[in-house]
């Protein structure tokens, strides 16, 4: 029970600071907006090698626009002396770690039900009839890329160039992730159901059960150092 409770208490902590600041969300939201403009202009609409390339489309705004929200992650904590005292805090590090990560987990949820509808009018792609499934793909895939990336991000936190570190250690060590979450958002994209992309699926699943308890172990060392 105290597990949860400091669990849910540092979820609580972040998005009512999120609410108050609103830094976090509307920098992901812009840098997302940016990169699909561009992206936009760069493939046109409408064209076969276009609609091929929207899955990469989706998934480079949503990973760079997740990596920005993941370095700020640690980044208010560890100027502020706060993870020091979370540490000396007679709590879990496990809950901890569980509370950051779900609430990079709903800043990515959040910023992404507000990404598609724009990337559906830009691309002249419709999404409605395809959103059950690409939900749950964008679940497993940012369930991964958040489970690792709040680990990394605490590991780069204490480095003076964290805004540079946390991508380079992230992003392939999230490759696996990143290929499956592609390849199955290409074929819902498609029109093509979820029974085609169990291989993809499992990939998902078993990148996401090992990422989150190795992470779930490791967390207590790295925040110590």
């Given at each position: 029970m105290k597990f949860l409770l400091t669990t849910g208490a540092i979820v609580r902590k972040d998005i009512l600071l999120e609410f108050r600041t609103k830094e976090l969300l509307v920098s992901m939201l812009l840098f997302a907006l940016l990169i699909l403009v561009i992206l936009n202009f760069a493939l046109g609409t409408g064209s076969a090698p276009a609609e091929g390339a929207l899955p990469g489309v989706l998934w480079v705004t949503f990973t760079f626009a997740g990596v920005l929200g993941?370095?700020?992650?640690?980044?208010?904590?560890?100027?502020?002396?706060?993870?020091?005292?979370?540490?000396?805090?007679?709590?879990?590090?496990?809950?901890?770690?569980?509370?950051?990560?779900?609430?990079?987990?709903?800043?990515?949820?959040?910023?992404?039900?507000?990404?598609?509808?724009?990337?559906?009018?830009?691309?002249?792609f419709p999404i409605l009839g395809r959103l059950p499934a690409l939900l749950m793909v964008l679940?497993?895939?940012?369930?991964?890329?958040?489970?690792?990336?709040?680990?990394?991000?605490?590991?780069?936190?204490?480095?003076?160039?964290?805004?540079?570190?946390?991508?380079?250690?992230?992003?392939?060590?999230?490759?696996?992730?990143?290929?499956?979450?592609?390849?199955?958002?290409?074929?819902?994209?498609?029109?093509?159901?979820?029974?085609h992309s169990v291989p993809w699926l499992k990939l998902l699943g078993a990148y996401d059960t090992i990422f989150l308890v190795v992470a779930i172990l490791v967390f207590g060392y790295v925040i110590e150092e």
């Open positions: 993941l370095n700020r992650s640690f980044l208010t904590e560890h100027e502020s002396g706060g993870l020091h005292g979370m540490v000396l805090a007679p709590v879990d590090c496990e809950a901890i770690y569980l509370g950051k990560m779900l609430a990079n987990f709903i800043f990515m949820g959040v910023a992404e039900a507000i990404v598609l509808p724009i990337f559906a009018v830009l691309f002249n679940a497993l895939g940012n369930l991964g890329f958040t489970a690792v990336g709040t680990l990394l991000s605490a590991m780069a936190a204490s480095s003076r160039m964290r805004e540079v570190l946390l991508p380079i250690i992230l992003f392939p060590t999230a490759i696996p992730v990143i290929v499956g979450a592609v390849n199955v958002t290409g074929r819902v994209l498609a029109g093509e159901p979820l029974a």
